[in-house]
């Protein structure tokens, strides 16, 4: 396994602890989120959170497969 794709698989991990913790949220509760690349802080509600979380969690899983499919076919 590559760096750059155990990194990936890293991040995959995290992404999928925070979405079980947003979804043991009471509905209704509010959030914080953590603006990219600073240290800011945003109020915002466990729904708009949970669906944030949900497609960065795509987006990291495409990124796998496509490193995947790259290593399979160099190999």
């Known amino acids: 396994m590559s760096s750059s794709n155990s990194t990936i698989y890293k991040q ?5 602890v925070l979405r079980h913790e947003l979804e043991t ?4 509760r ?3 989120l953590q603006q990219p690349g600073s240290l800011v802080f945003f109020k915002s509600d ?4 949970l669906k944030n979380c949900q497609q960065n969690l795509q987006s990291l899983q495409r990124q796998h ?3 995947q499919n790259k290593m ?3 190999t």
């Open 12 to 16: 995959i991990q995290a992404t999928n």
């Open 25 to 28: 949220l009471k509905s209704g």
């Open 30 to 32: 509010k959030v914080y």
């Open 46 to 49: 466990k729904d708009t959170a």
């Open 65 to 67: 497969e496509e490193l």
């Open 72 to 74: 399979d076919l160099s």
